[in-house]
C-alpha cells in the first residue's frame, strides 16, 4: 500500500450542529433501550438511512470524546477524592467523643486506605507482591513432572512428621 | 506495598494431582501407595514377613485395581482392617465414577469407627480430608456420602432392613464374626455389576468365635470364589531394631521375623498385650490361628472327629 492509498482519516469530532448532536445523543439511547430502526425514524419523522447515519456519527463523536480524557488528570482526581475522604474521616474520628463513633470511623478509614491501595495498585502507580506463590497447572501427565510434585509433598510431609508424633492405625 | 511474602499453595498441588489421578488413573500399585502415603500418611505395611500370609497393600492394590471380585481380609486386632476398608471404599469413591459402596458392620460401634475412618471424628483417621472435600456433594452423613462423579457410600450396622433396597456394585462387611447368618446370607445378594464396575464382595474380621459366621467363612472360601488375604500382629509390626531376639518376650511367636517387618504397630504394645492376654487369646486374636475353644464345655470336641 503507497501512501497515496492509505486510508483518509476520519475526523476527530464529527462537523455537526448542536442540534443533531443533542438528537443523535437521544438516538443512541432509544437503540439501547431495544427500539428498531423503522421505529426511532417514525418519532423523528426521518428517514431509516438517516437514523442509520446518526447513529454512526454516535459512534464516531463517542471515540472523540474517549481521546480528550486526560489519564494523568483522571488518576490526579481520583487520588485527591481518596485523599480528601480519608482526611475527613480522620477529622471525623478525632472530633468524635463516642467511642463507637470512634472504631466506626476507624473501621472506614481501614476500608478507604484498602480501597485507595487498590486503586493505585490497579492503576500501575503501586507495585504488589504477589501474597502467594501458586504453582497450578502443571503438566502432570509427565512422570517426571508428577514424580516432582510427589517428591515435594513427601518432603512437607517428613518435615510435618518430624515435628509431630508418628501416629498409628 | 502490601504483598505479605511468597508462600508455596500445596493445596493446589495437591488437588492437581487428585484431579490428574481422577482422570488418568494410577500408573501401577507404586503410584498408588505412594499416594496413600503422600495423602494421607498411611505407610500400609508391603514386606512379607509370615511366609503364609499376605501384606495389606497387597490387598488395597487388588482391591482398587479389581484383581480380585470377592475377598476375606482375616486379620489379627488393630491390624488395621476397618481403616483398610476404609480406604479402600474412600480410594473406589474418589477414583471411581458412579460406584456405589454399601458397609455393612457387625455393630453400631463398628459401622461408627468405619465411618469415623472417614470423616476423622473420633479416632478415626480422616480419609476425607480437607483435599477432598470439594468433591463431595452435599454434607458427609454415614447414611449417605455422596461425591460429584456420582459416586457414594452408605455405613449401616447389619440388620434386615438394610440388606434390603439398592443394589450398589460393593458390598463390605465389617466384623462379621458378629453378624447374624441370615443377615449375611441376605447381604451377599446386594452387590450388583454396574456401570462398568464389577459387583464385589469384600469381607473383614477376626476369628474369634470357635464356630462363627467367620469360621464358617474361611472355611467355605475357596468354593465360594473369595480370596483369603490374612496377616497377623507381625506383618503389620513396626521394623524391630536393635532389639536382642534371645531375651524378647515375642521370640516364641516371631523367630526374628519381625525385623523384616515395615508396619504400624507398636512392639512394645505387642508384648504388653501378649503378658495380659492367655495363650489361647493371643493365638487366636493376634496371630489369626484357628479360633479359641475357650469357654466352650468340651475344648476337645472336633467336628470332624465327633460328629457321624
Known sequence: MTASETPQSKPEIPPISKRRQQRIREIQDLFDTGLKVSEIAAIYGISERMVRQDKEDGK???????????????????????????????????????????????????????????FLQ?????????EQLKITGLPLEDDKIREAAYALLEMVQEKIEKNTEVETF | MTGQGADLDLDLLRRDLIEHHRRHGF???????????????????????????????????????EEVQDSVC?????????????????LDTVFKSDCATKILGGSLEQSKKMYQHLTGGGDGWGLATDDFRYLLRGEM??????????????????????VRGPHPQKLKLDEVDEFEDKIYEAALLIPKTKKNIKASVQIYSTMHKAYGLMNRVISEAVQSGYKIYKWCVFDVMEKCVGRECTVC????????????ADGFYSIEDAISEKRKVSRDTWLCEMLCFQPSQEGLIYKEFDMALHVI
Open chain 2, 141 to 162: 452423613l454415614a447414611a449417605q456420602t455422596a461425591l460429584v462423579n456420582k459416586s457414594n457410600i452408605n455405613i449401616l450396622t447389619a440388620s434386615s432392613k438394610s
Open chain 2, 249 to 260: 518376650e515375642l521370640w516364641e511367636d516371631c523367630q526374628g521375623k519381625a525385623k523384616q
Open chain 1, 60 to 118: 464516531a463523536f463517542d471515540r472523540a470524546l474517549s481521546k480528550t480524557v486526560d489519564q494523568a488528570e483522571f488518576l490526579g482526581r481520583e487520588i485527591r477524592s481518596f485523599e480528601q475522604a480519608m482526611r475527613m474521616e480522620w477529622r471525623a474520628y478525632r472530633l468524635a467523643t463516642n467511642p463507637f463513633v470512634k472504631v466506626a470511623c476507624m473501621r472506614n478509614l481501614i476500608a478507604l486506605k484498602e480501597k485507595y491501595i487498590k
Open chain 1, 122 to 130: 490497579g492503576a500501575g502507580l503501586l507495585d504488589k507482591v504477589p
Open chain 2, 74 to 90: 482375616w486379620a489379627n486386632r488393630g491390624g488395621g482392617k476397618t481403616l483398610l476398608g476404609a480406604l479402600s471404599t474412600w
Open chain 2, 27 to 65: 500408573k501401577g500399585p507404586e503410584e498408588l501407595l505412594r499416594f496413600i502415603r503422600t495423602f494421607w500418611g498411611l505407610r500400609v505395611p508391603q514386606a512379607q514377613v509370615c511366609p503364609e500370609h499376605t501384606p495389606p497393600a497387597e490387598y488395597i492394590v487388588d482391591s482398587f485395581f
